[in-house]
């Protein structure tokens, strides 16, 4: 399933980036938000962009070293 042009990684990494510039400023670390960024970053360097929300645990699934899931 393809995500639809507002809801692409790419625009999504965007709001991820004003939450952590905003935990930032007022001091706040989101770690969480932070591993999300790190996951998004990941799947647009791997083509992944428009794939929807399996993306995230394909990525968690490469940074553990485990081959992706078929399907």
Same mark, same amino acid.
Do not use: H, V
């Given at each position: 399933?393809?995500?639809?042009?507002?809801?692409?990684?790419?625009?999504?990494?965007?709001?991820?980036?004003?939450?952590?510039?905003?935990?930032t400023d007022v001091?706040?670390?989101?770690s969480y938000a932070?591993?999300?960024? =790190?996951?998004?970053?990941?799947?647009?360097?791997?083509?992944?962009?428009?794939? =929807?929300?399996?993306?995230?645990?394909?990525?968690?699934?490469?940074?553990?070293?485990?081959?992706?899931?078929?399907?």
């Open positions: 399933m393809a995500l639809s042009s507002s809801c692409r990684l790419s625009n999504i990494i965007n709001s991820n980036n004003l939450i952590l510039q905003t935990s001091r706040a670390p989101l932070s591993g999300l960024r =790190d996951k998004f970053l990941a799947a647009i360097a791997n083509k992944l962009e428009t794939k =929807d929300c399996i993306t995230i645990y394909e990525i968690t699934r490469m940074f553990a070293g485990l081959k992706k899931s078929s399907g």
